[in-house]
């Protein structure tokens, strides 16, 4: 199938250029664009700036594990990234995902074209995307989407801040009447190699729900839906070889079993949505549209062995493995006045969105406390929340040029707040057994008192945008946003972009850009405690630190400033007989005081003015964000599309995407007494994310029957990590390829049944070394994009009246 489909593509290419041209995209019927410029009727192909448009058709056949929105996204645009990792804490809950190989507070999300807050938690015992306060693309239920168009360039000057990589923008269903259900069940269906076993787990339930209510009022729609999911967890260990540091006495008790849990924890999940619009006159609307999400998610932690440190013999005698857990709920809210009418089109709007995660563990101990200590903690909570307003204008002037130009303006204030609150005393108190036992929650001490924080900051923004066909086959857009925050510098971001089609249907494009994202202020404020390979390859307690603690200070951290970004980008577009589209884009993005969390410090190589510090707060290890490295990121995106018509009584579909980014860091400033940046977070930015993706899609469709075949190839991923002294085990895991496929009958006019496989030959990334398998228990690492639970296979059945 792939090679019919590469096949059909070289074959359209030919047959295009052999024949007459047609007419110009924008005067086609392909979906007219809200994301990239604010000029009128441009289409993807038709924009200066390349933009991926996503329909909920191929939403619907994205064969998503669990059901998960941004998982499905990554398996339609190469050029987005989100790895399922494992062991992970938070991430482990709430995934972070890349666009053109940046950070994942690196891209910019609209919903409906007003930004989307961000989580609450910074990911930082992830590998991808570590320390960052992502969007939570989960939070947003995939039955309430109508199309998704994905923005890859730089777009500060007329978004502002975090859109350094580009812009995801959600556009919900408006359909107003029809009511919509589907239900689906999924489970992992794998042959395990490192155990020898055929597993299956991760039963997965997913119901959705849509309707259009009736309002009674001409031009008025509401649309309303829910999503349910329920996932049981993945185990994917090998077997225990118990590690030498440990004590002997444990290899008869747990020796050769499968200790360990990596894989996905267990979640259940309950999103509810809206949106709808009414007429408050014959020129004005009022419209809103919000989001719900509750979700309780559980992660895995690493085992404790029976006799040691981190145990007490008497509660656990076979050793146990903590459960850290997730209550995770996010509300977002937008209510607003448009019109157009009139000679301006206008907007103004009210954006609210909140996210709240409140963490736990379970399943475990705190063995200073002795036998008496409580097996389930309260770890802490977080909550970010996010309040805009908005007033946007444009309109189309006649100014002697060929085609009208557009002229847009706005207006922005933003409140962001972010607060944090203990733990349970008990999950971090030194108990009377401290001399000889670990003190605090095993997997999750709780956060202190006076790690608490309550932030906030007030930010006033201005933007202008001008759009105009220069000739006939030219056409500029510039943009330029000056922004004002109550904790940061004055930033002025710009942009310019050109299209020049020098034959029909044949055009060049490229812009320049300069974008900024100011430090989240979770990662300004956040603090937590979690276990992760330190010294010597044993597990450490690492408290990630606020850049204003005590320790942080006299470490080096200093005060946060705003990540500065200056992009390129060019590229040609096709547009030929035969709905033959073809388009390449080159850009590189180099980032300024690039915000990271530092080089895990141990107590051990501190200065010893600072070591007394460590010992009082019972830290072992630590770390803290800082903006010491620069750094510069050069891809390509290829994207070819190809439809034919009667092909065995159908219609075929066939596409190739192709998205290489290269990241290298340009400077470091390791500031203070310790190395901020070394072998471990160069490596989580320069090698830890594939380099390249590549999709090739085949979707074949007639009245009663579709098929789909997908091919991925996922790139080649490095892990290096420092265990001291000088041992720093590395392995570059190879590339691996992908196949998922879907098969539906049209049952009815209103029924729909479906099935698929995704990984459908059951492919696994290679096996971890002996120096980096944790002796056996973690066979697989979380870097590549293929996963670690193998084949998954689901079916399900849609009705629609």
């Known amino acids: 199938m792939a090679g019919a489909a590469l096949a059909g593509l070289l074959t359209g290419m030919a047959a295009a250029q052999d024949a007459a041209p047609a007419t110009p995209a924008a005067d086609s019927d392909e979906e007219v664009l809200v994301t990239g410029t604010r000029a009128r009727g441009r289409t993807a192909v038709t924009t200066p700036v390349p933009v991926d448009v996503v329909s909920k058709a191929e939403l619907d056949q994205a064969g998503a594990i669990g059901g998960d929105f941004g998982q499905a996204l990554q398996n339609i645009v190469p050029s987005f990234n989100m790895q399922r990792q494992s062991n992970s804490g938070t991430a482990d809950i709430i995934r972070p995902a890349q666009l053109r190989g940046m950070s994942p507070d690196q891209v910019l999300v609209l919903v409906n074209g007003k930004r989307r807050h961000t989580t609450s938690v910074t990911t930082t015992e992830a590998k991808t995307g570590r320390g960052t306060a992502p969007v939570d693309f989960n939070s947003i239920p995939s039955n309430a989407i109508k199309r998704i168009e994905v923005l890859r360039d730089g777009a500060g000057a007329q978004y502002g801040s975090d859109a350094i990589a580009g812009v995801v923008n959600v556009i919900l269903d408006d359909a107003p009447e029809g009511i919509e259900i589907d239900a689906s069940y999924g489970f992992h269906d794998t042959s395990f190699a490192p155990t020898q076993q055929d597993i299956t787990d991760g039963e997965t339930w997913i119901i959705q729900g849509s309707a259009g209510i009736p309002l009674g009022v001409e031009g008025a729609f509401l649309r309303a839906g829910f999503e349910y999911k329920d996932r049981n967890q993945t185990n994917r260990a090998g077997f225990d070889q118990v590690p030498f540091f440990e004590d002997p006495a444990n290899i008869p008790l747990v020796g050769g079993k499968r200790n360990f849990r990596p894989g996905d924890g267990a979640t259940e999940n309950l999103n509810v949505w809206f949106n709808g619009a009414i007429p408050v006159d014959e020129a004005m609307e009022f419209y809103a549209f919000g989001t719900y999400n509750d979700r309780n998610a559980e992660g895995t932690g690493f085992f404790r062995y029976p006799v040691g ?325 050069q ?58 993706r590549f999709i090739l899609t085949a979707d074949w469709t007639d009245d009663v029957l579709s098929g789909l075949v997908r091919l991925t190839y996922q790139g080649e991923a490095t892990r290096i990590f420092n265990f001291g002294g000088g041992f720093e085990p590395e392995q570059t895991y190879g590339g691996e390829w992908q196949v998922d496929v879907e098969g539906s009958w049209q049952v009815t006019e209103n029924i729909n049944v479906y099935a698929g496989a995704s990984n459908l030959f059951d492919q696994y990334p290679d096996l971890s070394s002996a120096d980096i398998n944790y002796f056996g228990n973690l066979p697989y690492d979380v870097l590549s994009p293929i996963g670690m639970n193998g084949r998954y296979l689901y079916m399900g059945v849609r009705t629609h009246f």
Do not use: C, M
């Open 309 to 633: 440190f981190q145990n007490i013999p008497s509660v656990y005698p076979n050793g146990y493995r903590p459960i850290t857990t997730g209550d995770n709920r996010d509300i977002a809210l937008t209510a607003g006045l448009r019109s157009d009418a009139g000679a301006w089109d206008w907007d103004v709007s009210a954006n609210y969105g909140r996210n709240d995660f409140d963490g736990g563990v379970k399943h475990t101990i705190n063995p200073s406390l002795g036998p008496t200590s409580p097996t389930e903690f309260f770890t802490g909570s977080f909550q970010n929340e996010l309040f805009t307003l908005n007033a946007d204008a444009s309109r189309e002037f006649d100014i002697g040029l060929a085609t009208p130009a557009t002229l847009a303006f706005g207006a922005e204030y933003r409140r962001e707040a972010f607060q944090s609150h203990a733990g349970d005393p008990l999950s971090y108190a030194a108990g009377p057994f401290a001399d000889s036992l670990a003190i605090g929650a095993q997997a999750g001490s709780g956060l202190r008192p006076e790690e608490e924080r309550d932030l906030n900051r007030d930010v006033v923004s201005v933007y202008a945008e001008f759009s105009a066909d220069l000739a006939e086959n030219l056409f500029l857009d510039v943009a330029g946003r000056y922004e004002n925050s109550s904790d940061y510098d004055d930033t002025l971001a710009g942009k310019a972009a050109l299209r020049w089609e020098f034959l029909p249907n044949l055009a060049l494009r490229a812009s320049v850009s300069n974008s900024f994202r100011a430090p989240s202020l979770v990662q300004v404020g956040f603090a937590t405690s979690s276990t992760s390979f330190g010294a010597g390859g044993q597990l450490t307690s690492v408290g990630t630190l606020s850049v204003d603690d005590p320790l942080a200070r006299a470490l080096g951290a200093q005060d946060l400033d705003a990540e500065k970004a200056l992009a390129y980008s060019a590229g040609f577009t096709a547009t030929l007989p035969g709905s033959f589209t073809f388009s390449v884009d080159a850009y590189q993005i180099d980032v300024d005081d690039r915000i990271t969390l530092s080089e895990r410090i141990d107590a051990s190589s501190a200065p010893l003015s600072v070591q007394p510090i460590f010992a009082a707060r019972n830290i072992s290890a630590a770390n803290f964000f800082t903006n010491a490295i620069d750094t510069q990121t």
């Open 635 to 692: 891809g390509i995106d290829v994207v070819i599309t190809h439809a034919f018509d009667e092909v065995l009584g159908g219609q075929l579909n066939l596409s190739a995407a192709f998205s290489y980014a290269d990241t290298d860091i340009t400077g470091v400033r390791n500031i203070g007494p310790v190395v901020v940046i070394g072998v471990e977070e160069s490596n989580t930015i320069e090698g830890a994310a594939p380099k390249e």
